[in-house]
Structure formats: structure tokens, C-alpha cells
Antibody
Framework: QVQLQESGPGLVKPSETLSLTCIVS????????WSWIRQPPGKGLEWIGF???????LYSPSLRSRVAISVDTSKNQVSLKLNSVSAADTAVYYC?????????????WGQGTTVTVSS | DIQLTQSPSSLSASVGDRVTITCRAS??????LNWYQQKPGKAPTLLIY???SLQSGVPSRFSGSGSGTDFTLTINSLQPEDFGTYYC?????????FGQGTKVEF
């Protein structure tokens, strides 16, 4: 059974870069889509973007200028970088596994990691 | 962008009730409409994909239906463990979007 574990700094200063890693265990990165989703405190879910195992990406237009998602098949991990962060980026960040096709639902989620943006 | 509007935003129900949650899309879409359940402090879990397909391991009291702009999640015979917040999500067009959530309380 595939399991996902997000990790990264829990506290990031304003204007700096948020960097998170999602380790995939119990399965392979290929040939699936991998998404990042975030949830601000007390609010709903926001899709950040996804990456295909071959490196193709699709990002939310609202974050596109600041976000980069990458994949390392040799390490079985997916990474998220979000630059120039502000308090509005404070959220629980989830990685999630999609299917073999871009329209597939996200069937496995990590437990999430909380990121606070504060000086 | 496809905006998804869920109704109601919250509901109170009793064990054994039939609960219906609606998700309305701002434009006609294909049946790439998914439903997730989230409990407090936990990650969402997939219940229904492609509008009406039950995810493996999900109890059969959950069902999904709909097409075009109107989609529905139904919980037959609500159980105590079904409390939480339910989100619809479209994987039809970019950018992917979520509904605002429906909180189910007892």
C-alpha cells in the first residue's frame, strides 16, 4: 500500500522560500501524477499543482509565478518550492497521489505538514 | 476556472438519516467530479471518483450521481463515523478546484 510522508520546516520567514518533500513508500513514483494541496487554518482545500512522473507540471494560476514542483524518481520523492512567502501561505500542506491519467482523482494522501510563515 | 458551490455549507443529522450534499459547477463539465471526506486534524480521503464510482474500501452507503453542472453525494443510513467535512473536487479542467466544503454534524 502506497504511503506518503511530507516533511520540511514548520516555520518560514516572510519573503523566504518554503521547501517541502514528500517521500513515497510502498510503491513507485511512476507512472502516476502527484499533487500538492494546501489548507489554511480553518479553511477549505486549495489545489497548488501536480507533476507527472516524467516531469510535466501544471500549476494553479494564482501561484504559478512562485511555485515549482519537481520529482526525483531515484529517491521516490516529490518536492514543492514556494518562494516569496507571506502570512497568507500559512497552511497545512498535503501531497497526494493521482492516477495514471491527469483526470484521475487523488486516491492516497499524506498526513500533511503544517507550515507557518512568521518572522 | 470551474467554480464549485456546495450546498448546504453545514447540516445537522441523526444516525440512520439519509443525507444529500450537492455540488454545482459554474460551467458544464465532464464527469471528473470527485468527493472527499475530511475529519478534524486528518487528511482528506477519497470516497467517490468520476461522479459515481465508489472508491475501494468505502462503505456502500456512500453514493454519487450527477452530470453536467449538478452533482450529488448521498449517504444512506448515516453512521456516527460519518461526521466530518465533505468536499467536491473537479479534475476535469485546469486549474483543479474544490468546493468550499459541507460540514456534517450530529
Amino acid at each position: 500500500q502506497v504511503q506518503l510522508q511530507e516533511s520540511g520546516p514548520g516555520l518560514v520567514k516572510p519573503s523566504e522560500t518554503l521547501s517541502l518533500t514528500c517521500i513515497v513508500s510502498g510503491g513507485s513514483i511512476s507512472p502516476y501524477y502527484w499533487s500538492w494541496i494546501r489548507q489554511p487554518p480553518g479553511k477549505g482545500l486549495e489545489w497548488i499543482g501536480f507533476i507527472y512522473y516524467n516531469g510535466d507540471t501544471l500549476y494553479s494560476p494564482s501561484l504559478r509565478s512562485r511555485v515549482a514542483i519537481s520529482v526525483d524518481t531515484s529517491k521516490n520523492q516529490v518536492s514543492l518550492k514556494l518562494n516569496s512567502v507571506s502570512a497568507a501561505d500559512t497552511a497545512v500542506y498535503y501531497c497526494a497521489k493521482g492516477g495514471r491519467y491527469s483526470h484521475d482523482a487523488m486516491d492516497v494522501w499524506g498526513q500533511g505538514t503544517t507550515v507557518t510563515v512568521s518572522s | 476556472d470551474i467554480q464549485l458551490t456546495q450546498s448546504p455549507s453545514s447540516l445537522s443529522a441523526s444516525v440512520g438519516d439519509r443525507v444529500t450534499i450537492t455540488c454545482r459547477a459554474s460551467q458544464t463539465m465532464s464527469n471528473y467530479l470527485n468527493w472527499y471526506q475530511q475529519k478534524p486534524g486528518k487528511a482528506p480521503t477519497l470516497l467517490i471518483y468520476a461522479a459515481s464510482s465508489l472508491q475501494s474500501g468505502v462503505p456502500s452507503r456512500f453514493s454519487g450521481s450527477g452530470s453536467g453542472t449538478d452533482f450529488t453525494l448521498t449517504i444512506n443510513s448515516l453512521q456516527p463515523e460519518d461526521f466530518g467535512t465533505y468536499y467536491c473536487h473537479q479534475s476535469d479542467k485546469a486549474p483543479r478546484t474544490f468546493g468550499q466544503g459541507t460540514k456534517v454534524e450530529f
